[in-house]
């Protein structure tokens, strides 16, 4: 089984942003949660920065540098059993 990433990204309202995801699914996520610490804190406090939200390599980034990992994003931690091969955890590290 293939994994799942984001393929492209629309910032909604407050902190919600539309996710296409690499299967061609589309989910709405609320990212209030996760934009934590100081490398979010312009991202979090000012609206126009947190629409500057891109999708590269999979992953949500800013232009500041801040970036959310795709299986936190999309599936609020680890993703469920099957969806990812052992060899692509790479953002589950460290």
Known sequence: MSL???SAVVPLEGRR?????????????????????????EIRENPAK???????AGALIWPN???L??????WGGLPPAGTCAASE??????
């Open 4 to 6: 799942v990433r984001i």
């Open 17 to 41: 942003v539309r996710l296409t995801l690499t299967d061609g699914t589309e989910i709405e996520r609320d990212l209030s949660a996760l934009l934590v610490g100081p490398v979010f804190e």
């Open 50 to 56: 947190f629409r500057e939200v891109r999708v590269e």
């Open 65 to 67: 540098g801040a970036d």
């Open 69 to 74: 990992c795709p299986d936190t994003v999309i």
């Open 89 to 94: 955890l790479d953002c589950r590290q460290g």
